[in-house]
């Protein structure tokens, strides 16, 4: 079945054409989504919130896209219960705006991290991962400098009890809490990671894991 799918963009958004492609190479239909304009829930299946650098990444990663017009569609799209994926940047504007608990902070070596990673799937009961197998390895490449998941310890409990660590680092490259690569929303429907599926769909691209995701 063929989903209609919005792509979020914000100004310094610069995966969005990528997730456009992988989009379309599965036969969705992408249709992008501007920060100034709200949208109507009901006329999209899926949105997803591609990395970048949104508004220059000031203040803090997400900070000000998470205030944003389009954020507030995004809020009544993932309390309705419908999917949401955020990618990097979009991991951090889904922390940042409330809809996903914690936050990302500074990689421990204060560098920016670009490299391929081993990812642990801890739970597949969401929309975005379920084609892979609870506890397989797989591979995607990360680009970030501030992915290093942080949270409260009763948050951390909470999230491990519930079942919404969803991914987790074989080799923790940022200092991330319990490793954590990625996270899910109580209900599974909303679900944010700092590495990038849409670089992992095709062999000369290094790896096929991210295909696991849509």
Known sequence: MSLKIGITRFLGTNCDDDVKKWVQSISHHPEYLWFEDQFNIDDYDMVIIPGGFSHGDYLRCGALAAHTPVMKSVKEFANKGKPILGICNGFQILCEAGILPGVLLKNDSLKFKDEWTSLKVNQNKTIFLNKA???QIIRLPIAHG???????????????????IWLTYENNPNGAALNIAGITN??????????????ALFDWMGG???MFFL
């Open 133 to 135: 197998q609870k506890n």
């Open 146 to 164: 501030e992915g290093k998941y942080y949270a409260e310890s009763s948050t951390l409990k909470k999230l491990a009890d519930n079942e919404q």
């Open 186 to 199: 109580e209900n599974k429907n909303v679900c944010g990671l700092m590495p990038h599926p849409e670089r």
């Open 208 to 210: 096929t894991d991210g």
